[in-house]
């Protein structure tokens, strides 16, 4: 019977599980994930009970920082890798170490931290107030605002006095938004009692570590009392300056001038008032001015506004400022600026227009001083931001916070109020024209005032805070124009896609339109590449909407087979047409070939170019105001062009000096242009310097010719038979020698090349070192001239060796070990004494030339053991040699049958007890003697030869190539193996069956100084392994 295992799966809330850390399972789990107190400090923990290190994000959507060092939440005064300083929070109210935002004092210095808590720096805020380089709020002429002992207090303060927190340290920490850094000093304060995410019912702030109590209060605010806007009269003094808009090219002057249009609309610009208020108007309109072309600065100056009700009596005053906005058009699409009339960057305003004064004031609970409250006083709702309606401009948020409350105003049930600097930050809904966005309010309970904090912390909680509502128009619809129809004064010859249409080059062409009203500027005319102009600048009609114009002249950079005719209007085109000319005009270029691009090989830069033009159908008065161009630049007057005695041909003379100085890439090309002709490109591809080549690079000896091959003499006025050779060592001051035709060289007119006689050219017969010489050669009469280096090598002898060892019956081998590449042993003769060897051959084998003497050649001239040789190459000294023979007497040569490789692992399959090999494979044979030097057992041959047969009938093999000693790395012993698949062709291919076996071979073993020894093997033929 099969036990089964039924696994059930109980759906658990997760904080419920039991703490699975300590009890040794392979998948722990801890109880609560998140921010734990180990007993001296928070740490932030992932479900499996590690710590996480870097930023986090906890469940209430704040951002905080562990450090990446040890895990422990980082409070006060934090650097990032990246150079941004953040503050978090110290204050034990339940937001310990929350990455804090908006306007913060701190240490009695004001600073600003975006939405995402870093800390602005030399900018101006979103909400118009400057930060200095230490990100304190000051005023642009320096002046630093302190209010000592204000805000949170720290030890350290970022500032003139700051003292260096240290460079950042990246180690490998992780988060849940990847990110690492390390912290800046820091003091803990005493520990929070509750987690940092969490809200306690009453916190108790230690006293020096109250939240800030003001934001930035700009002079001029009347010594920070509130104006009645209402009362008394107010005027205009002056205007906030007004900061440059940047933004990248789209691509075309259309496209980019919707984008700015889109962008400023409806942005805020700020004014100063007598009563020290600022108060901000919205731009509804704009004039632009300017190209909206990459690189340029456009101004914009406002046409409308729309100002407070409460000043609606100062806006006729506001009109009378000249305000101008510029933007900076980059240069690409990715942003890259280089205003062509750079400016003093400015940034536009974006302010609240129903506001006068953009100071942010300290959180206030009116008439909440002196008076007493109730037990249960608490908050009861809040003042709900009116909704705005306002045009569409992109899709992000930012773009509309001139429209954003700056304050939420609390009410309380002993009807007291509550006003709060507003935070706004998220949204609901959709961007568009005709849509609403909902915008949230980012406020919470510690941004009350600290002194109502506690007491209205939890009602604060269960109001919650408001919302804002921004509602997008409906898109404007122009009514459409009316399309206009554009035809010409003839029938297309086909339609499809598109109309083709054929003219004749000298013909009128007539564009005629209908339901057309204008004066013709709006409406764009495209021909050939060059062509683009408006209707009105051709002759244009505006009664009967008909245009004309010669057709040539819709092609300004000559006569095309067609072009495309394009009539735009509106955006749109109202036609688009291929154009096909026609005409019975034409030029040829004597001996250029046919078509429209002549081309003229080896022309010589020496003297001037002549060719002849002939012109069919093209009037005299025509052809005299043809131009030849190269590039955009008119040469005609560069050249020459004369009228010959036969009617329509002219002589076209180029000048060596315009061509020597337009050469480019080997040759010269220019245009000619005829009304009524097709455009002619004519190239001259210019001969190349005169050189010279020779047939080796690796050098010569004395012995041999150098042969010089000529290229790109023009040979006009000189032969090849009477140029001028001279010769010298290719070292300084040397002196020329003059060469001497048939003595010194010799010249082969048909293929134009000069072999040099080195011998007598040198004027020696050796050389005992290495020489360089240059050999000149010149046509004096055609001015051409060139030169090239011989390098000559000292003189050499040949070095010969014996290749093997000499056996009885059997050839002998040499090796000639001193040739240079492409040399061969063809013509190498062997003499004994005044006596030339007979019979020589050469084979290879193991890519490596030997000359073969037959044994018995050999064998004639061995005297008391040895033959003494010389042996011969032309242009080589020779080289005389010994061969002494050796004995092959005493012990038996070392060595017998082997059963196995060197490594012993692969056992030989044996017929009748020997082993047996393969016809063209690798045969081994044992050394019983580990003892004996290698140096001896490389002389070994191996003579494999039918079993029963002498010695002489077969084939020795040496050692060399593939065949080796072997040796086993553990015991030392050795083998010989004889690769025989280099000898497939004397050996391999003769191998046999003998019936159903293998056929037996002998191997003779010859050792220098040893008796031969006899093994016998079996071969499998060629092919079997």
């Known amino acids: 019977m099969t036990a089964m295992l039924t696994l059930s799966l109980v759906s658990v809330p997760f904080s419920s599980i039991s703490n699975a850390a300590n009890t040794g399972s392979m998948f722990s789990i801890v109880k609560d994930i998140g921010f734990q107190y180990d007993g001296k400090d928070w740490v932030y923990l992932n479900a499996f009970g590690n710590k996480i290190t870097g930023w986090v994000t906890a469940p209430d959507g704040y951002k905080y920082h562990m450090n990446v060092q040890n895990g422990i939440m980082d409070t006060g005064w934090f650097l990032d890798t990246d150079g941004k300083w953040y503050f978090l929070n110290e204050i034990s109210d339940g937001t310990k170490g929350r990455v804090m935002t908006g306007w913060n004092w701190i240490d009695g210095y004001c600073y600003y931290f975006d939405q995402n808590g870093v800390m602005a720096a030399s900018t101006f805020t979103p909400d118009h107030y400057f930060v200095n380089k230490d990100g304190q709020w000051s005023e642009t002429d320096g002046t630093v605002h302190y209010v000592e002992g204000k805000g949170i207090r720290t030890r350290k303060v970022l500032g003139a006095n700051r003292v260096e927190l240290g460079k950042p340290v990246v180690r490998g920490g992780s988060g849940e938004s990847g990110g690492s850094g390390s912290s800046g000093w820091r003091e803990r304060p005493t520990e929070p009692e509750t987690k940092p995410s969490e809200t306690k019912s009453d916190p108790k702030p230690m006293e020096s570590e109250t939240e800030p109590q003001d934001t930035p209060e700009p002079s001029g605010d009347n010594g920070g009392k509130k104006d009645d806007r209402k009362g008394g009269a107010v005027s205009v003094t002056g205007i906030k300056p007004l900061r440059a808009v940047c933004v990248n090219f789209k691509g075309d002057e259309k496209k980019t001038r919707q984008y700015i249009e889109k962008k400023i609309k409806n942005s805020g610009i700020s004014f100063y008032l007598s009563n020290g208020k600022l108060t901000t108007a919205i731009v509804t309109d704009w004039e632009l001015q300017g190209d909206a072309v990459s690189g340029s600065i456009m101004k914009a100056r406002p046409v409308s506004f729309r100002v407070d009700e409460s000043y609606r009596d100062i806006e006729d005053q506001l009109k009378k400022y000249d305000v101008t906005l510029s933007i900076e058009i980059s240069n690409s699409e990715s942003g890259s600026f280089d205003p062509k009339n750079p400016t003093e960057p400015e940034q536009p305003t974006l302010e609240d227009p129903t506001s006068e004064d953009p100071t942010q004031e300290e959180p206030t609970a009116e008439n909440t001083e002196n008076k007493k409250h109730p037990d249960n006083w608490a908050i009861t709702g809040y003042v709900q931001p009116e909704a705005v309606e306002t045009d569409y401009i992109d899709a992000e948020l930012s773009s509309y916070q001139a429209y954003f409350p700056k304050t939420i105003t609390f009410k309380t049930n002993d009807g007291t109020t509550i006003t709060i600097d507003a935070r706004w930050n998220g949204y609901s809904g959709s961007f568009g024209p005709g849509k609403e966005i909902c915008v949230k309010c980012d406020n919470g309970y510690e941004d009350l005032p600290s002194d109502v904090r506690t007491k209205l912390m939890d009602s604060f909680e269960n109001i919650g805070t408001p919302t804002f509502t921004i509602r997008f128009r409906e898109k404007e619809t122009e009514k459409p124009k009316d399309k206009i129809k554009v035809t010409l004064d003839r029938e297309p010859v086909s339609e499809g896609s598109y109309k083709e249409y054929r003219y004749a080059f000298d013909e009128e062409l007539c564009i005629e339109l209908s339901n057309y009203t204008g004066d013709g500027r709006d409406v764009s005319i495209t021909g050939a590449s060059g062509f683009k102009t408006t209707l009105d ?60 691009s002549p081309r003229y090989e080896n022309v010589s830069k020496k003297k001037d170019f002549e060719t002849e033009l002939s012109f069919v159908n093209v009037p005299s008065e025509d052809i005299k105001k043809l131009v030849f161009v190269k590039g955009d630049a008119d040469i005609t007057d560069q050249l020459g062009f004369t009228e010959t005695e036969e009617e329509g041909v002219y002589r076209l003379t180029v000048p060596s000096e315009f061509i020597k100085s337009n050469i480019s890439w080997g040759s010269v090309s220019f245009t000619l242009k005829c009304r009524g002709v097709m455009p002619v490109t004519v190239y001259l591809s210019v001969m190349r310097d005169p050189a010279l080549s020779k047939d080796k690079y690796q050098g010569y000896y004395v012995t041999e010719n150098p042969v010089i091959t000529l290229s790109n003499f023009s040979l006009d006025k000189n032969s090849i038979s009477d140029l001028e050779l001279s010769l010298a060592k290719n070292v300084t001051g040397a002196e020329e020698r003059i060469l001497v035709k048939n003595e010194d060289y010799r010249i082969s007119e048909n293929d134009k090349k000069i072999t040099i006689i080195s011998k007598n050219a040198l004027q020696t017969e050796t050389l005992e070192e290495d020489i360089k010489y240059r050999l000149k050669v010149k046509a004096p009469l055609d001015e051409d001239e060139a030169s090239i280096d011989l390098d000559y090598k000292k003189d050499r002898a040949l070095e010969v060796i014996l290749a093997g060892t000499i056996i009885p019956d059997m050839p002998v081998y040499l090796r000639i070990t001193n040739l240079n590449y492409g040399e061969t042993l063809e013509d ?198």
């Open 828 to 1025: 190498v003769e062997i003499y004994a004494g005044e006596d030339k060897l007979q019979g020589l051959t050469v084979v290879e084998r193991n890519f490596v030339s030997k000359i073969c003497i037959p044994y018995e050649t050999f064998s004639k001239y061995v005297k008391d053991g040895k033959a003494d040789l010389t042996v011969k190459k032309p242009g080589i000294k020779s080289a005389d040699l010994s061969i002494s023979m050796p004995e092959f007497t005493g012990e038996d040569a070392p060595v017998e049958t082997a059963l196995t490789d060197n490594y012993g692992y692969s056992k030989f399959e044996l017929q009748d007890g020997i082993p047996v090999f393969s016809g063209k494979g690798d045969v081994y044979i044992k050394v019983t003697d580990k003892e004996i030097p290698n140096d001896i057992l490389k002389g070994t041959v191996g003579v494999f030869h039918k079993k029963g047969t002498a010695p002489g009938e077969g084939v020795p093999v040496y050692i060399e190539g593939y065949s080796e000693i072997c040796s086993n790395y553990s015991s030392k012993e050795k083998w010989i193996k004889f690769a025989l698949y280099t000898y497939r062709e004397e050996l391999g291919k003769a191998v046999v069956m003998d019936g159903d076996k293998y056929s037996v071979y002998t191997i003779t073993v010859y050792i220098p100084g040893y008796k031969t020894v006899d093994i016998d093997v079996a071969l499998k033929p060629d092919g079997g392994y």
């Open 537 to 596: 600048k051709l002759s244009f009609d505006a009664a009967t909407g008909k245009a004309s114009a010669d057709v040539s002249d819709f092609m300004p950079s000559g006569l095309t087979n067609y072009f495309w005719l394009t009539v735009e209007y509106d955006g749109e085109n109202a036609l688009q047409a291929k154009i096909n000319v026609t005409t019975d005009r034409s030029v040829s270029f004597k001996n250029g070939g046919t078509g429209y």
